[in-house]
């Protein structure tokens, strides 16, 4: 599947941005997805995580509470809304997508990349103090 990632911008900390994911094809709706970012010299890190069907989704402990995944498989689409942001949640972002969940548990969501078949080619967010 192939994924293309936008939304990204300049905010303020403190400030809100969504980032979307759009898939192509008609089985985009049987793909787990997930939101990752990399910062200038630093690991890509894992972010959030939505099953196919949207019933389970996952969060890195730096991120919970603050952003929220979500996706709308009518219109091929998966978002992650992200408030109360910070200088540290600079970096360029990912979604990536993997075939229904293979790989994970039961929930059907995870967070590590390897497991994750399709890339989009990112979309950068910075947030000035």
């Known amino acids: 599947v192939q994924l293309q990632a936008s939304g990204g911008g300049l905010v303020q900390a403190g400030g809100s941005l969504r980032v979307s994911c759009a898939g192509s094809?008609?089985?985009?709706?049987?793909?787990?997805v997930g939101w990752f970012r990399q910062a200038p010299g630093k690991e890509r890190e894992f972010l959030a995580g939505?099953?196919?069907?949207?019933?389970?989704?996952q969060y890195a402990d730096s991120v919970k509470g603050r952003f929220t995944i979500s996706r709308d498989n009518a219109k091929n689409a998966v978002y992650l809304q992200m408030n109360s942001l910070k200088p540290e949640d600079t970096a360029v972002y990912y979604c990536?997508?993997?075939?229904?969940?293979?790989?994970?548990?039961?929930?059907?969501?995870?967070?590590?990349?390897?497991?994750?078949?399709?890339w989009g080619q990112g979309t950068e967010v910075t947030v000035s103090s």
């Open positions: 990536a997508a993997n075939y229904g969940g293979r790989g994970f548990s039961y929930s059907g969501v995870g967070s590590d990349p390897a497991k994750y078949d399709d």
């Open positions: 939505i099953s196919w069907s949207g019933g389970n989704t």
């Open positions: 094809g008609r089985t985009f709706r049987w793909y787990a």
